[in-house]
Structures are given as structure tokens and as C-alpha cells.
């Protein structure tokens, strides 16, 4: 497959993305928790850059791509910052835009912080919970929003991509007694896609049934490539199929720009692992 790639300015306007919360009535564990979303705008040179923190109500913000184009596939984006802030653009609108571009739904995951300043919550509880959360309300709306239920995967960036491990570890299938239709579906995504993932191979443990997983570091990343490495061996281990592309240079948070570097290719990496996989395969 030749895969294009769009830098952020490049990709096509998609329409006015829809915003809805996890739930309704507020989330479990942010009772009391009313202070307003904090936007902290870093843009410079016609590069929007900005960063989210003081998230209370966590909610998916959903970019559907052209009828004509869908493949069917979603992908939930959760966003890195270090569990202190969202890279909300350059790793959650910029990614959805281009999965648009590719066919697929972009959904991105505003969780709540774990390390912003006085944080009430907690990685393994709080942020895995709208991570779950996210996975069953997509699978509630999937005939709603053109999505194949069998189709929904989860990509993190980052402590975005801790998330997303735990995620793709942890899921459940649903509870059926519940009264809650969302809680009746299961949480685990279909596939994953794991990039520069703040996650420790020993904090997590690979079942059988993890899904495929995609994983992108770059050998000079400060967290240290390794982790990538040691949870690839850890799914092949378990039988779980996956992907690894550890490129020489890159840093920390390349995101999807194309900044003239090794990683700056691995879009196109990631558009062929999807396709041979199944996951763009045109809707019948």
C-alpha cells in the first residue's frame, strides 16, 4: 500500500468533531471535583500546540471520517503529557485528523490526570477507568457512528500509552446484569497501538487474549527504548501478535508531525500494519 503523508496543516478540514462525557451523571470517583478544564496555549509559528489539565469530567471528543472513505475502524486516542497534561493537538486532534484521512474514526480520550497538582486520582483506577469507559461507548454508538464493533482498537501516546496498556491487560467483558447498556459491552479493544508508551513491562501482565499490539519508540527516547522492547517480548511470549519499529533517532513525543527525522515515517508503518491485519478493510 503507498501510504501519503499529511502534515497537520495538509490534512483535510474534517467536520465540527462531537464531544460527549463517559457519563452523564459524572464520574465515579470525581464527586465534589466542579472547577472547569484548564488550556494552557503554547502555538508558534501557525502550529497550534496546546495543553489540557484539571479534567474532572472525562469525555471522548469523536472525528468520524467521510461516509465514502470509512473503513469501518476506530481507533481511541489517549493523549501523553505526563499524566500532568493532555497533548491535546499534537497527539489527539492531529492523530484523529489523519486517521480520518486513512478511512478510520478518530476519538480521542480526555482522561483524568494522575500527577497534575493535587490530584485526587490514580493511573491504575481513575484514568483506567475512563480507558475502559471509552472502549464500551464506542461500541454503544458504533451503528450510530458507521464503527464495526469488532473494529475498535486503542492507541496511547506516552502516559497516554500506559493507559493504553493497561486497557488492552485489563479489560472485561461486560457486565450483563448491569442497568447501564454501556457497561454491558466489553472493554477490550480490538487491537492496540503503543506509542513511546510510559509503561514498565513488570507493571503489567500479558494475557493470551491481549489483543495485536503496534509499538513505536525511538532509540534516543529519555524514557528509554527498552520499555518498548521488553513488552514486545512479553506478547510474543504470550502469543500475542505485535509489531515493533524502534527507530534511531526521534527523542520523546514525535507525535505524527513529520519533522524531517527517522520516526517522522512510522505513520506510514502503522497505515500498513492496520491494513494487512484486517482493521481497513472497505465496509461491505
Given at each position: ?184 459491552e466489553s472493554s477490550r479493544p480490538d487491537?492496540?497501538?503503543?506509542a513511546y508508551p510510559g509503561t514498565r ?12 499490539t503496534f509499538l513505536v519508540q525511538a ?66
Amino acid at each position: 500500500m503507498l501510504a501519503v503523508l499529511l502534515t497537520p496543516a495538509l490534512l483535510p478540514a474534517a467536520e465540527e468533531p462531537l464531544t460527549l462525557p463517559l457519563w452523564a451523571n459524572g464520574a465515579p470517583g470525581s464527586e465534589g471535583q466542579t472547577s472547569a478544564e484548564v488550556v494552557k496555549d503554547l502555538s508558534a509559528n501557525g502550529v497550534v500546540t496546546r495543553q489540557v489539565s484539571n479534567i474532572h469530567n472525562p469525555s471522548l471528543i469523536v472525528y468520524l471520517p467521510a461516509k465514502e472513505k470509512s473503513t469501518g475502524a476506530a481507533v481511541i486516542i489517549a493523549p501523553g503529557g505526563g499524566h500532568q497534561f493532555l497533548s491535546i493537538d499534537l497527539e489527539g486532534h492531529e492523530v484523529a485528523r489523519w486517521l480520518n484521512s486513512i478511512g478510520v474514526a478518530g476519538i480521542i480520550l480526555k482522561y483524568r490526570l494522575a500527577r497534575s497538582p493535587n490530584s485526587p486520582y490514580k493511573v491504575e483506577e481513575h484514568a483506567l477507568a475512563d480507558g475502559l469507559r471509552s472502549v464500551r461507548m464506542v461500541r454503544v454508538h458504533a451503528k450510530e457512528w458507521g464503527i464495526d464493533p469488532a473494529r475498535v482498537g486503542m492507541l496511547g501516546f506516552s502516559a497516554g500509552g500506559e493507559v493504553a496498556s493497561l486497557v488492552e491487560t485489563r479489560f472485561d467483558k461486560g457486565n450483563d446484569a448491569s442497568a447501564d447498556p454501556i457497561e454491558r459491552e466489553s472493554s477490550r479493544p480490538d487491537f492496540a497501538i503503543l506509542a513511546y508508551p510510559g509503561t514498565r513491562a513488570d507493571n503489567v501482565k500479558i494475557r493470551p487474549d491481549t489483543p495485536p499490539t503496534f509499538l513505536v519508540q525511538a532509540y534516543d527516547d529519555r524514557i528509554g527504548s527498552e520499555r518498548s522492547a521488553e513488552y514486545f517480548l512479553l506478547l510474543k511470549k504470550a502469543g500475542v501478535p505485535a509489531e515493533l519499529h524502534i527507530y534511531r533517532r526521534g527523542g520523546h513525543g514525535f507525535g505524527m508531525r513529520d519533522k524531517k527525522i527517522p520516526t517522522s515515517s512510522w505513520p506510514a508503518r502503522l497505515e500498513d500494519w492496520m491494513s494487512d491485519s484486517g482493521y481497513l478493510k472497505p465496509r461491505s
